[in-house]
């Protein structure tokens, strides 16, 4: 079964036999794959929406997968159960996935592996999961029809990170590869503009920004 690159990626990361849920899966490609694939041999597609859930009982059923994937229809991990101990979430902001993991903060405790694909505010991310005891053992980007995506994979335990880890991701931060270039040349650009049309009066935002130009220019050892 094919799948998009960003998709694959997040399943590349998945680890073999591990009990999955999927939040906020949408058509359930993910899901289908792994089963299809026999990377593991049951997951749970959870969905806010009926109209998303509907669409991934049509795909389940059109590869037969019907056994292997239950669906459940609700708001975050209010729906989640402790037989699953892998949480996947990918295309939706940080913010949002902060506010899934915040609303059910005891469920952490039978959850050992965490995989996310933020579209915005992963630094934010990536600070409330290693505040709440996870650390990050992967990281890749990924391109998909122009845009580049941030996948981080956190397990159980403790690290420290510093704030620049936080920021760039700590993995990302050491490969430091092209797709890395890429991304970060343009948060550069954005944050430029974003400064240009900034009222003078925002002085937090401003400072902030400027904060973040300057260390995305050390970093990709751009001379001001
Ligand atoms: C952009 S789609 C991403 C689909 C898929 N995960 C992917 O990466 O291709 C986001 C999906 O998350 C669902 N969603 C948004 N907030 C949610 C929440 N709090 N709990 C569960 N699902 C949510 C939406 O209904 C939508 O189907």
Request: charged share 35%.
């Given at each position: 079964m094919k799948i998009n690159n960003r998709l694959k990626k997040i399943a590349d990361l998945v680890d073999k036999d591990a009990k999955v849920m999927d939040v906020g899966?949408?058509?359930a490609l993910l899901d289908i794959y792994l089963t299809k694939e026999k990377k593991i041999s049951y997951c749970i597609a959870s969905d806010i929406k009926e109209g998303p859930l509907n669409q991934a009982k049509e795909n389940i059923k059109a590869y037969q997968q019907q056994e292997k994937i239950e669906l459940r229809l609700g708001?975050?991990?209010?729906?989640?159960?402790?037989?699953?101990?892998t949480i996947i979430i990918s295309g939706l902001g940080g913010k949002t996935m902060q506010g899934i993991f915040a609303q059910n903060l005891?469920?952490?405790?039978?959850?050992d592996t965490i995989i996310l694909s933020p579209n915005n505010y992963q630094k934010d991310i990536r600070k409330f999961l290693t505040k709440h005891g996870y650390y990050i053992e992967e990281e890749v980007l990924i391109k998909e029809k122009k845009i580049i995506y941030q996948i981080i994979k956190f397990k159980k335990g403790k690290k420290k990170y510093k704030e620049q880890e936080y920021f760039f991701g700590p993995i990302l931060l050491t490969k430091k590869n092209f797709l890395f270039q890429e991304f970060f040349t343009n948060e550069l650009k954005s944050r430029k503009i974003l400064l240009a049309i900034?009222?003078?009066?925002f002085y937090i935002k401003r400072y902030k920004t400027k904060r973040e130009i300057k260390e995305i220019e050390k970093v990709l050892d751009i001379k001001a």
């Open positions: 899966c949408d058509h708001n975050g991990l209010d729906v989640y159960t402790e037989d699953i101990s005891e469920k952490l405790k039978t959850i900034l009222p003078k009066n």
